[in-house]
């Protein structure tokens, strides 16, 4: 895994404030690839998963709260209802919470295996904005 690029700050600070909310519900498993150079989606894609539809459910409702507070309005979720895989699209960040099964079964690490894989670390404001 190699550093996050300091190309799109806004992007950036997006992907710590989900990835501090993620952790904070307890999702498995945070996976952050840069898909930057690969795809015109959006510059990142932020996937985890949890181990029950509540989980999943409170990993996204924690995410839309810790980037709402930040000024982040959300363009789209798909599939909060059924909580199998919700997609939340805040135009350069996707992500993608999902339950455990689903999440093995779609492999979204291997389908975009030609983006980079990188670490974030969450900082101290990054854990504030969302507590």
């Not at 932020?46 to 000024?71: F, H, R, T, Y």
């Not at 909580?83 to 979204?108: K, Q, S």
Request: net charge negative; charged share 30%.
């Amino acid at each position: 895994m190699s550093e996050a690029p300091k190309g799109n700050d806004k992007a950036l600070e997006m992907v710590k404030l989900a990835k501090a909310a993620l952790e904070e519900k307890k999702a498995n498993n945070i996976k952050i690839i840069d898909i930057s150079q690969v795809s015109v989606l959006a510059d990142y894609f932020v996937i985890a998963d949890g181990s029950n539809a509540n989980q999943v459910q409170a990993m996204v409702d924690s995410v839309e709260e810790a980037l709402g507070k930040a000024g982040y309005v959300c363009r789209q979720i798909e599939g909060y209802g059924t909580a199998n895989w919700i997609l939340m699209d805040y135009g350069d960040m996707i992500v993608h919470a999902f339950c455990r099964e689903d999440r093995l079964f779609y492999d979204l690490e291997r389908i975009w295996r030609d983006g980079r894989m990188i670490e974030v670390d969450v900082d101290a404001e990054a854990k504030k904005a969302d507590g």
